[in-house]
């Protein structure tokens, strides 16, 4: 997802630079130490990543010769993508590596950016692959020739597997029967939450094994931009446990909530 470069309501365009510096100079209670940019999301192709920041440098560099100074901090920002979807392949490090050290050369060889702290701040590559999103299966249905797995969770516990969180072609993200890995007969289906809109479906046609009420499925490549980017309590629905396994051991760091609660709290700290 792009994020700079258009009309963007984040930060200030680029053609502004020198009029934020000029101001920015005139209050001696700010000290403009750097720059920080953050020009798009889930990036898997090192030739777009690589060039964003060769001109995050060259942006810093123009900003050092405005204030006069090396600049002391060039953010990079985020945007290291992860494999989600068919057809998507895993970013490639080793050719960042290598032409990376072309423009750490021009980092240490330039007297504007030679001190600056350069910083990289990946959310989505770090902890995306980390986070499994399980939910329960409630009641198989068939509709007109399609069958329907129904699960206690949906997009308001999980907007992104929804692919109502900018996409915009709803795919699929990597879904498996946990219990039930080595079943090789596979059925369509389609997976539904329990939301009174048809935005709440978690995929489309995936083939799964045969499987009933009370069973889970797992949605994979869950822990970026899963719960804490939902819609949580939408319409009063229940919001899910959270859980923490460290080093082997699990712990709870969230407590599942049961319908309504969250408004009935609400309504007992207002009357505190
Ligand atoms: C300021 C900032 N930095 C880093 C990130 C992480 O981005 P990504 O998950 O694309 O690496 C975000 C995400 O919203 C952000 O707003």
Redesign the pocket.
Known sequence: ?RMGGKPVPFGFDEEDLVNIVDALRSRPSLDLCGI?L?A????LDPDVLIPQWSHALALARHMSDLLARPVASV?L?????IPYFSGEVRLDLSQIKSQISALSRLVRSDGRLCTAQIVI??????V?PCGIYLARVRAVKTSRGSRFLITDGGMHHHLAASGNLGQIVKRDFPIVAPARMDVVDLLPCTIVGPLCTPLDTLARQVHLPDLKAGDLIAILQSG??GLTASPIEFLSHATPAEILIDGGKAALIRERQHAGEGAQQTRKEQSV
């Open positions: 997802m920080h953050f798009g999301t889930q990036i953010d920002g985020g945007g290291l993508g701040e990946p959310g989505r590559y770090l995306g970026a931009y």
